[in-house]
């Protein structure tokens, strides 16, 4: 797979661990999927915008093209936003610290995701696993971390076979 980078507005470079990985989805407006470019253009905005600031790591489009880095692993993307997860049995919160942000472009309460989305969102969650020694139990949707206030990736995210690959 092949990773372009697009640098984003939206980061910080607190010195941060990469202990899970966090799945999201890009949404939807009036029952159609944003647009990845529209994705974009909302992490790097030009002039940068000073409300919602959001970001991750990585967007995965629909269709087979490069994957987009928007913020060095190293740094803190502003993708969890209020959030919690136990972390080596330890509850831990604002996990925009602690973890790496996928978006996957679509609205999946609304929308399946596609083959290449599947295969690319496994081969980064590998590669980032081996780097970060990240275990399968901390690679979580959005809708995990933050219950009740977010709904991505979505109900028709197929995590048996995300986890079933990894």
Same mark, same amino acid.
Request: glycine share 6%; net charge positive; aromatic share 12%.
């Given at each position: 797979?092949?990773?372009?980078?697009?640098?984003?507005?939206?980061?910080?470079?607190?010195?941060?661990?990469? @202990?899970?990985?966090?799945?999201?989805?890009?949404?939807?407006? !009036?029952?159609?999927?944003?647009?990845?470019?529209?994705?974009?253009?909302?992490?790097?905005?030009?002039?940068?915008?000073?409300? @919602?600031?959001?970001?991750?790591?990585?967007?995965?489009?629909?269709?087979?093209?490069?994957?987009?880095?928007?913020? @060095?692993?190293?740094?803190?993307?502003?993708?969890?936003?209020?959030?919690?997860?136990?972390?080596?049995?330890? #509850?831990?919160?604002?996990?925009?610290?602690?973890?790496?942000?996928?978006?996957?472009?679509?609205?999946? !309460? #609304?929308?399946?995701?596609?083959?290449?989305?599947?295969?690319?969102?496994?081969? #980064?969650?590998?590669?980032?696993?081996?780097?970060? !020694?990240?275990?399968?139990? #901390?690679?979580?949707?959005?809708?995990?971390?933050?219950?009740?206030?977010?709904?991505?990736?979505?109900?028709?995210?197929?995590?048996?076979?995300?986890?079933?690959?990894?």
């Amino acid at each position: 797979m092949e990773i372009e980078w697009i640098p984003s507005a939206f980061f910080d470079e607190k010195k941060r661990a990469n @202990k899970m990985i966090i799945i999201h989805h890009t949404g939807s407006t !009036n029952g159609k999927i944003n647009s990845f470019n529209g994705t974009i253009r909302w992490f790097k905005p030009e002039p940068p915008r000073t409300d @919602k600031k959001v970001s991750a790591q990585y967007i995965i489009a629909r269709d087979k093209r490069p994957i987009v880095q928007m913020v @060095k692993d190293e740094h803190r993307a502003y993708h969890a936003g209020e959030s919690q997860w136990k972390i080596n049995a330890k #509850l831990v919160k604002w996990l925009n610290n602690w973890s790496i942000g996928i978006e996957l472009q679509g609205d999946g !309460n #609304l929308f399946e995701y596609t083959d290449y989305q599947y295969e690319a969102v496994i081969w #980064l969650c590998r590669e980032k696993m081996k780097q970060f !020694n990240i275990p399968l139990e #901390l690679i979580q949707g959005h809708e995990h971390v933050s219950p009740g206030r977010k709904v991505d990736p979505g109900a028709l995210f197929d995590w048996k076979r995300v986890r079933q690959e990894l």
